[in-house]
C-alpha cells in the first residue's frame, strides 16, 4: 500500500499502489470504533464469534491526509450493520450486486454517502466487491443498531450465512453480471 505524507514543504503529486502490498483494515488503525456502548460493544463480540470476520475481506489501497482508497469484498449475505462515518464516501461497484434500500445495484454503479450519514446495504447473491473512495485518511465507524435484539439478529445472520461463505470466490472471478 502507498501511504504519502503531505508536509508544507512538499505535496503527494504522484504515487503508485498495488493491490498485493494493501493490509488488512485488522492489521491498520485508520477505523475508530466511535460511540461504542456495552451493547454494541457485546452484540459486535457475539458477531465476531459466529464468523462476521469469515464474511469481508478489507484492504486499504491508498492513504494520504484528506483521502483513502479501501477494497472491500462482502461475501453474500453479509449482515453489514447500519452505520455511519465522520467522512464522506464514494462507493463504486467493481462486481457483484448489493441491495441499498428499494435499489439493486451491479458492476459499473456507485453511490455517495455524506458524513454522519447512516446506511447499510446487503450483498447479493454472489457477494459484492466495492472500491471506497474517502474524503479522509482516518475516519471513525459509528454503529446504529443500539439493542441487544438488534445484535442478536446480526449474529443469527452470521451463523446462517457462514457455511454459505466457505470457498465462496469474489464475484470478479466468477465472471457474473448483474
Same mark, same amino acid.
Given at each position: 500500500?502507498?501511504?504519502?505524507?503531505?508536509?508544507?514543504?512538499?505535496?503527494?503529486?504522484?504515487?503508485?499502489?498495488?493491490?498485493?502490498?494493501?493490509?488488512?483494515?485488522?492489521?491498520?488503525?485508520?477505523?475508530?470504533? %466511535?460511540?461504542?456502548?456495552?451493547? +454494541?460493544? !457485546? =452484540?459486535?463480540?457475539?458477531?465476531?464469534? #459466529?464468523?462476521?470476520?469469515? &464474511? *469481508?475481506?478489507?484492504?486499504?489501497?491508498?492513504?494520504?491526509?484528506?483521502?483513502?482508497?479501501?477494497?472491500?469484498?462482502?461475501?453474500?449475505?453479509?449482515?453489514?450493520?447500519?452505520?455511519?462515518?465522520? %467522512?464522506?464516501?464514494?462507493?463504486? +461497484?467493481? !462486481? =457483484?450486486?448489493?441491495?441499498?434500500?428499494? #435499489?439493486?445495484?451491479?458492476? &459499473? *454503479?456507485?453511490?455517495?454517502?455524506?458524513?454522519?450519514?447512516?446506511?447499510?446495504?446487503?450483498?447479493?447473491?454472489?457477494?459484492?466487491?466495492?472500491?471506497?473512495?474517502?474524503?479522509?485518511?482516518?475516519?471513525?465507524?459509528?454503529?446504529?443498531?443500539?439493542?441487544?435484539?438488534?445484535?442478536?439478529?446480526?449474529?443469527?445472520?452470521?451463523?446462517?450465512?457462514?457455511?454459505?461463505?466457505?470457498?465462496?470466490?469474489?464475484?470478479?472471478?466468477?465472471?457474473?453480471?448483474?
Amino acid at each position: 500500500m502507498a501511504t504519502a505524507a503531505a508536509s508544507p514543504e512538499s505535496e503527494t503529486r504522484f504515487a503508485i499502489y498495488r493491490a498485493a502490498d494493501a493490509p488488512d483494515f485488522s492489521e491498520l488503525s485508520i477505523m475508530e470504533m %466511535a460511540g461504542l456502548t456495552p451493547t +454494541i460493544q !457485546a =452484540g459486535i463480540e457475539a458477531a465476531q464469534a #459466529e464468523g462476521a470476520a469469515e &464474511g *469481508d475481506m478489507v484492504k486499504l489501497l491508498f492513504a494520504m491526509p484528506g483521502m483513502s482508497l479501501t477494497y472491500a469484498w462482502f461475501k453474500s449475505g453479509y449482515p453489514l450493520p447500519l452505520h455511519s462515518h465522520n %467522512a464522506d464516501c464514494l462507493y463504486y +461497484i467493481i !462486481a =457483484g450486486t448489493l441491495r441499498l434500500g428499494t #435499489e439493486e445495484l451491479g458492476a &459499473g *454503479d456507485g453511490f455517495f454517502v455524506g458524513s454522519d450519514v447512516p446506511y447499510a446495504y446487503t450483498p447479493g447473491p454472489n457477494g459484492v466487491e466495492v472500491l471506497e473512495f474517502r474524503t479522509a485518511d482516518k475516519f471513525d465507524i459509528r454503529f446504529m443498531g443500539k439493542t441487544k435484539t438488534f445484535w442478536d439478529k446480526t449474529a443469527d445472520s452470521v451463523r446462517r450465512e457462514r457455511a454459505n461463505w466457505a470457498g465462496q470466490l469474489p464475484p470478479s472471478q466468477l465472471h457474473t453480471s448483474r
